[in-house]
Every structure is written in C-alpha cells, then in structure tokens.
C-alpha cells in the first residue's frame, strides 16, 4: 500500500522507555504467549498518521541451551471505551520474526509502521499503540527468555494531515 498526503503536520511525539516485561514464556507455536514489551497512549483523531518506531531485546539464556523464535509486532486499542486493554486489539504493523540461539545470545527487536488513524475512530478518544512479543520453540519445556530492560523504546510521531 502506497500512501501519499501532502505535507502534514507534527502534532505531538510520544515515547516510552518503560519495558513491563520481564520474560516471555517459552510456547510451542506462536501466539501462546503475547507480552506488552512496550506501550504509549497517544491523543488522536480520525485521520491522524502515526509514525511508530519500536525497539527492544531479548536474551536467551535456555539451559539446557536451544534456540527460540521470537515474534514480535505493533498492535493498538482505544483507551477510552470502557474496556481498556480488555477490548478490541488491532493489529497494525507486519507480522516480524527472528530465531535467537545460544551462541547468539542477545537479540535485537526491531520494528516500524505508518498507520492511518481511521475515519469512525470516536473523537476524543486516545489510543494505545503496544509493541507485543512471544516466544516458540519445538523444544519448549517451561522455560522462559529475558526482556531486557534497559534496551526499549517505543515511539510515536502523531502528523495530522493537511486540511
């Protein structure tokens, strides 16, 4: 998809470097397991484009050691409807992915978006945009690998387009 507006306006830049994760358990398949590695509420308006970067990382520290995949990606829901983190989350960024071995140890997470804030999202309504992760591997057994704290940031630049 190919989106072109104009110029645009900066409207307000949001970030955070607080990371609530501390591990993501270690499933089978995907999606087992999603953890918030990041989260930022952003005031927003039907319109809106979010330019959204985010950036964690991860250490497997498995013993006996095996490799573990790790999915990550940028989701959103309204803050404001009642049902918070409860209600409806969307996904809104490619689905991304990497392995992270022993010999590897530490993994970057590492990703970005341009979302469209759409055109029935209720005024004065905030949003929340969370970097998700979870961890896979063949070999689970209980374990779990590491969310470094000091490593995340999310970020988000709100533009609002031109009249």
């Not at 927003?44 to 970067?53: F, W």
Request: glycine share 12%; aromatic share 6%; with cysteine.
């Amino acid at each position: 998809m190919i989106t072109a507006l104009g110029p645009c306006t900066l409207a307000g830049l949001y970030a955070t470097d607080e990371v609530p994760a501390k591990t993501l358990p270690i499933g089978t398949g995907p999606g087992q397991g999603y953890r918030t590695l990041l989260r930022v509420v952003v005031p927003v308006a039907p319109g809106d484009v979010l330019e959204v970067t985010g950036r964690a990382r991860v250490t497997n520290d498995t013993a006996p050691p095996y490799t573990v995949g790790v999915g990550y990606h940028l989701w959103m829901y309204d803050c404001d409807n009642g049902k918070g983190s409860s209600g409806t989350w969307t996904l809104i960024s490619s689905l991304c992915g990497d392995n992270v071995t022993r010999d590897r140890h530490h993994m970057p997470v590492l990703t970005d978006t341009v979302y469209t804030v759409p055109a029935e999202w209720p005024a004065g309504h905030r949003m929340v945009v969370v970097l998700r992760g979870d961890a896979m591997s063949t070999a689970a057994d209980g374990q779990a690998i590491t969310v470094d704290q000091t490593y995340g940031q999310l970020t988000v630049r709100r533009w609002t387009p031109p009249a």
